[in-house]
């Protein structure tokens, strides 16, 4: 079974202090990894995956995450956070068998920028 | 062009209802998958469609079911509410059933069960 576990369900951090979000999986098969953030009142918007091709995941808004299969990690980075980086962060991790984009998520991480 | 819609946005029920959600999918997108987010909670996985059947299914009662129309929408019914079924329900859409589809999510329905 697929499961995802995301530590620290609240991060603060200062306003251009580096962003550090934690996921670590567990599957039984080579998994494929999702970041996705949630703004307030709104749906989910993909950051970026991870699908194999290489361990270090560049995406959207300056995010980057790095797949570390001996640690079973998938870390959420940004050097410097901004004000409008302030969401709910949700892992999520799926696998090829079935050709299924099921995705099973981690409970959240709220990411706070203080001024 | 318009992203993955839902309708409606805000709902309230009671005990032992029934209620249908909407969801429109992005154009070009021919894959219906549906979550639901409780408070506090990641988004949990429903069902998905496509060509107009069920492919797959999360650990859901039968009271949750579903529909895909021609037009690629989608609904969810849930039967007999229970106040654990108040929520956000999420549908995404997708290209295809490949996991490595990006899906893209809608603003969600936010159910209230009295």
């Known amino acids: 079974a697929q499961s995802v576990t995301q530590l620290g369900s609240h991060v603060s951090v200062s306003e251009g202090a580096l962003v550090l979000l934690r996921c670590n999986y567990s599957s039984s098969v080579p998994p494929y990894l999702f970041w996705y953030v949630q703004y307030p009142n709104q749906g989910l918007q993909l950051l970026l995956k991870y699908t194999s091709a290489a361990t270090l995941v560049k995406g959207i808004n300056g995010f980057e995450a790095e797949f570390k299969k001996s640690e079973t990690s998938f870390h959420l980075t940004k050097p410097s956070a901004h004000m409008r980086d302030a969401a709910e962060y949700f892992c999520?991790?799926?696998?090829?068998?079935?050709?299924?984009?099921?995705?099973?998520f981690g409970q959240g991480t709220t990411l706070q920028v203080k001024p | 062009d318009a992203g993955v819609t839902q309708s409606p946005t805000h709902l309230i029920k009671t005990r032992g209802q029934q209620v249908t959600l909407r969801c429109s999918p992005k154009?070009?997108?021919?894959?219906v998958s549906w979550y639901q987010q409780a408070l506090g909670q990641g988004p949990q996985f429903i069902f998905q469609?496509?060509?107009?059947?069920?492919?797959q299914r999360g650990n859901f009662p039968d009271r949750f079911s579903g529909h895909q129309f021609p037009n690629y929408s989608s609904e969810l019914n849930v039967n007999a509410l229970l106040l654990g079924d108040s929520a956000l329900y999420l549908c995404?859409?997708?290209f295809g059933t490949g996991v490595l589809e990006t899906q893209y999510f809608g603003p969600g329905t936010r159910l209230l069960v009295l």
């Open positions: 469609y496509y060509e107009e059947e069920e492919r």
């Open positions: 999520a991790v799926s696998h090829g068998s079935g050709n299924t984009g099921k995705l099973i």
């Open positions: 154009s070009g997108h021919d894959t």
């Open positions: 995404a859409s997708s």
